[in-house]
């Protein structure tokens, strides 16, 4: 068999013109050059971010060992330059969240003395948002006097980012005589505190009675009214029983399921009557039905079986 | 001098513990989350092991639990620093065995002086 004469038969030659092969290959070169670019940009990323990763690491080891010898009763002067000084207030806030008692005062003295405060109050004052809210966290790394107007101030800022740092910054000083400010700041009409952020910063200042919520507990809004429940259940305020109970025959379903939730925590068994008292109405929710039953046999002690 | 072992999360934490006990003349070594730190501690035998609760990968209860279950680990003391501060927390901590339990925030100087004593003890 003639091999050269089949194929002679069968192929056929492709048909290329000069124009597309030109084409073709500025593509494939276009192409190449292309993934060339991305891959260096790539490589070159991950290289900036990495120098970058060491450059921060180094400067916050340095800040560390500026707070370290401030705790240790030695204070050294602050760096001067701003990008260091901005790594030292950055460490300083972290870890004046996570010290009491002489640590937490010898901080704040010395941010005080080395003109940290004056500049926290300077950024509350700033233009853009995310400025005062920094400036809110290192006013609060320099309180060791407890002077807490201006951040009381800014539980009122227009931008409900500095709102909720403010109020966080409140409750991690722990100071209680703030809570009437959050409770008016969540049930404010106009730039309102968000509850979530409210109720973090209350719990944080663990008010040791119920009366410490003051007007929470008669407010319009069911969302504060809820959080009012909800905090009392949480930190064990065991004289909000009787508000609570009050709570259980308000309109709204969202604040009867909080109180029920809340007596169910307090466990005192004489919240049982008024209860079984709110579960004679027919017109709640069945989820609120549900949390009335769950608070009940809770209160006795029984699994509740839905 | 002590050896004495911090399992933390939380870098500045852990590094301010360090920085203290190293000043009060302890070696000191510093695990980052539960698993590597109960692995040190098999491996050192530690006299005293600072426990954070919340931790990746193995949380502060069960190191703890592991460690009262190995018999050569059952006397090391544990002291536990934690934001955790409700009394079912407390309970629980003392519950699995830990010696002592401090609270987030937390005093440095509160803490030398019960690292002393369970060191002494």
Redesign the interface.
Known sequence: MNWQCVWSDCWEPEIVTPGVETVATVILVASTVLVLVLVLAVVSLRALSAVKGVVTSRRTAAA?AVI?AV??GDPPRAPRGPVRRAAVAA?AV??S????????AALARWLTDEGFRHRATVMMHATFAISRARGARLFVACLADRETGPLLDLLHDRDVRVRAVAARALGECGISSAVPFLVRAAASHENPLPVSAAAMAIVHTAPRSARGLGMAWGSGDPAVASMAADVAGYLHLTDARERLERLLNSGEPEVVASAARALARLGDPRSAAAISTRLVDGDLPAQVRNGLHVAFADLHHVRFES | MATVIVIEDDPDISLLVAHKLRAAGHRVEVEADGRAGLAAVVQVRPDLVVLDWMMPRMNGIEVCEAMRADPELAGTPVLMLTAKAQEADLERAYSVGVDEYIQKPFSTRELAVRVERLLGA
Do not use: E, Y
Request: without cysteine.
């Open positions: 560390r370290f705790i240790d460490t972290r870890l969240t996570k010290l009491r008692g002489a640590d937490r």
